[in-house]
């Protein structure tokens, strides 16, 4: 494991035992003694069942065991007993919540509210989780409305690699290469 990696498990850790508690009913899945291991790309999901006030932070706690590095990691709300899920939400400091905590530097997010299963997806590429290491992700959600059970899908994917991003590059050429050569 990499120093920076273990040391943001530790202020991970530390925020936990800190500021956790005074937060609503949060979300564990796995931890940092026991993360969820993650060997292919198949979403995997996680029940929660909400309690008052009704948002609060979901904590993850990962390990790459697949051969390839990870470039991102995708969260999606689901319902495994019939709740309603429909205006379950994520939300970064933008939208009333906080912003998503990674031990990946530079990590990058977009949020899709508008689909029933809101989505949330964690991008670094810069600072891919490689096979074998830990991962810890923190993001908030929000339930107010229909204070109702729901779970979370989560998922990696993997870093492309160079000559999946150059076989797809040389075809768009191609393909645009034609485009003008009908349109003269």
Sequence with gaps: MRPF???????????????????ADDAYIGSVENPIELGGWASQGFNHAD?????????????NTSLDPWGDFHFKVFSYDMSDVSAVDFRD?????????STQTGTTWTINNT????EMNLYFYSDPVLPGEFAAF???T????????????IWP????????????????????????????
Excluded at 51 to 63: H, I, Q
Excluded at 142 to 153: A, E, K, P, Q, V
């Design 138 to 140: 923190q993001v908030w």
């Design 142 to 153: 929000d339930n107010t409305t229909t204070m109702g059970n729901f779970g979370l899908m």
């Design 93 to 101: 400091a933008s939208m009333g919540g906080m912003n998503p905590i």
């Design 51 to 63: 309690l008052t006030p009704f948002k609060g932070t979901a904590y993850v706690f990962v390990k």
């Design 5 to 23: 990696a273990l040391a943001a498990a530790f202020v991970f850790l530390a925020a936990f035992v800190f500021v956790a508690p005074a937060l």
């Design 157 to 184: 994917s993997p870093v492309p690699e160079p000559s999946s991003v150059l076989a797809l590059s040389s075809g768009l050429l191609g393909l645009a290469g034609l485009a003008w050569r009908r349109r003269r």
């Design 115 to 118: 689909v029933v299963g809101a």
